[in-house]
């Protein structure tokens, strides 16, 4: 073999682990970031990361190029859309089955009512995952229906937690949770919290709910406090601090 043959060897043998290096650091780049950032400086990435600034630099075109990282007028860095899409992919792939459906059966079998978990989708609300009452007369939605955003207790709580302004809406911020007798169908009541992701990015609402003959105002305060604890197991899993959803329910 000739010497050009040998370099080109030698080259493919070592592409691999530079490959990898390479996305070693830039993984370690986005590692960099915590909750509490808005932005960082190079000098701040370099301090976190331990690569140098032309490292960095190098690495940071890349991932600017696949939004994954942005760059602010200020020459400051900060995560880049990409992330959030990714994000989200994460949140309704397998995993968020994992983490939901155990709190959800939890749930649903200390109460022996249904439990299902909202997404918002614009301006109405989509039924994600559900787990069913053990009662044979039972308030049916089904996975992947849709239903109106500002009626119902899982509604409201997305509405309230998506910026919505008035009343219910601030209590509902206030008390991390909204009951409702009534309010979407007349024979149905409800009682919902919210669940959130890294960056107390909101995910959905946890619903607890019945037929109102069986499920009155006073079943569903007395179930507040379990489905706050739920809500905030679920948010601690997803790698968000619960704290307020933790105080929420030593409040009721």
Known sequence: MD?????????????????????DRAVAILDAFT??????????????????????????????RGQLLERLDDGRYRV??????????????????????PIMRDLSERSWESVAFYVRSGDVRTCLYRVESKHPIRYTIREGDVLPLLVGSGGRVLAAFSGQQGEPYETIR?????????????????????????????LGALTLAGPSTRVDAAF???????????????????????TMLEQASLAV
């Open 3 to 23: 010497l050009a043959g040998k370099s080109a060897d030698a080259e493919i043998r070592r592409a691999p682990a530079e490959g990898v290096a390479a996305l």
């Open 35 to 64: 909750t509490a950032d808005r932005s960082l400086s190079l000098a701040e990435i370099a301090t976190r990361t331990g690569l140098y600034k032309s490292t960095i630099l190098r690495l940071a075109n890349s991932l600017l």
């Open 80 to 101: 880049g859309p990409a992330t959030f899409r990714l994000g989200a992919l994460y949140q309704r792939s397998v995993v968020a089955v994992d983490i939901l459906l």
């Open 174 to 202: 206030k008390t991390c949770n909204c009951l409702a007798v009534g309010d979407r169908d007349p024979e149905t009541a409800g009682v919902s919290a919210p669940v959130f992701g890294p960056g107390r990015v909101l």
């Open 220 to 242: 569903l305060q007395r179930m507040k406090r379990p489905l706050l604890e739920a809500a905030a197991r679920a948010t601690r899993a997803f790698g968000e601090d619960a």
